[in-house]
């Protein structure tokens, strides 16, 4: 299916929503949270698109390979774990939610504002994977 052309007046919601979404916010984190979410939801689309955004804004092939064990590659700042924590805690949602540890950890990191950036740009490529997931779009495609 080609969402945009059979859902455009949402396609155009969510492209506004997305660049509200990443107002403020530093573009290397944009990109690590939009990767990292793409990787938990499995969205091929997305991972492709937002590693080509990264490698062309600079980001380390390094950085970029170890996302997916981002806790354990000791490449990542204090801020950018605290944001990717918070990537995966609102991206899986489980049972408990957002634990008030992962939280707390965010909020030490970012000041109310840009937190709530953050919480918005999480739940804005999540909804984008949810568009490109069911809609089989291929990598590498417009």
Not at 12 to 32: F, S, W
Not at 79 to 102: H, I, Q
Not at 128 to 136: F, G, S
Request: proline share 3%; aromatic share 8%.
């Amino acid at each position: 299916m080609n969402f945009t052309k059979a859902a455009p007046k949402v396609f155009k919601a969510m492209i506004a929503l997305d660049t509200a979404a990443r107002a403020g916010l530093d573009p290397v984190l944009i990109d690590l949270v939009q990767i990292r979410a793409s990787q938990i939801n499995h969205c091929a689309y997305c991972i492709d698109m937002h590693t080509k955004e990264a490698r062309k804004a600079g980001e380390r092939e390094e950085r970029i390979y170890q996302l997916n064990a981002w806790r354990e590659a000791g490449l990542f700042t204090e801020r950018e774990k605290a944001a990717l924590g918070l990537t995966e805690a609102v991206t899986e949602l489980g049972e408990g939610g957002v634990s008030d540890a992962v939280y707390a950890a965010a909020a030490r990191h970012f000041e109310e504002e840009e937190l709530a950036q953050l919480i918005a740009l999480i739940f804005t490529i999540n909804a984008w994977n949810r568009i490109a997931v069911p809609t089989r779009k291929i990598p590498g495609t417009e």
